[in-house]
């Protein structure tokens, strides 16, 4: 019963596409290790780089911040939908850490590609290079979604990592 091959034997025409480039490719993402009590939660989606952000303060308050892919307009709020008085004119820190960890957590090249960055995308080789091209304007948007697919993504791990009863169930109960 060992007629089938171990390996798929992969024969795919690489003509035309220049084996140069295919030797140097960036080895994929683990760029890092996520830190994931400043930057709890981190995401490509919807054509935004997303997430949530830990106040270095207060432990209670968190910030919900985001890039827009493609015009890189930005913004920064507390979950209660305050405005970051980090922001004046330009991204705040908050914003640098979410760049940080989703570079950590997704890689340079696809975090690049994600945004949309113009110019030649393989001089993009760290987080160094991304971030003084993302100068789009503060666009003002609650963060009411993003927080909520945060405590989604909570619940979700809460599910997946410990028997602990799930708070709703107790509703029913
Ligand atoms: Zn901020």
Redesign the pocket.
């Known amino acids: 019963m060992s007629s089938l091959p171990k390996q798929p034997s992969v024969a795919v025409s690489l003509s035309g596409m220049g084996s140069s480039s295919l030797n140097k490719q960036p080895k994929p993402a683990a760029a890092g290790k996520r830190d994931l009590r400043k930057v709890p939660f981190v995401e490509l989606f919807n054509g935004r780089l997303q997430g949530v952000?830990s106040s270095g303060s207060d432990l209670e308050r968190v910030?919900v911040?985001f890039f827009e892919a493609g015009s890189f307009d930005y913004y920064?709020?507390t979950n209660n939908n305050r405005p970051?008085?980090?922001?004046r004119g330009s991204p705040?820190?908050?914003?640098q850490a979410l760049l940080h960890e989703a570079v950590a957590q997704y890689g340079v090249e696809q975090v690049a590609r994600f945004l949309q960055l113009p110019g030649d995308l393989s001089q993009v080789k760290s987080e160094k290079e991304i971030w003084p091209r993302l100068r789009g304007s503060l666009t003002k948007d609650p963060a009411g979604e993003v927080f909520s697919r945060f405590l989604n993504y909570l619940r979700y791990l809460e599910l997946e990592g410990s028997d602990r009863p799930v708070v709703e169930m107790g509703w029913f109960g």
């Open positions: 952000v910030y911040s920064c709020s970051c008085g980090g922001l705040c820190k908050h914003l």
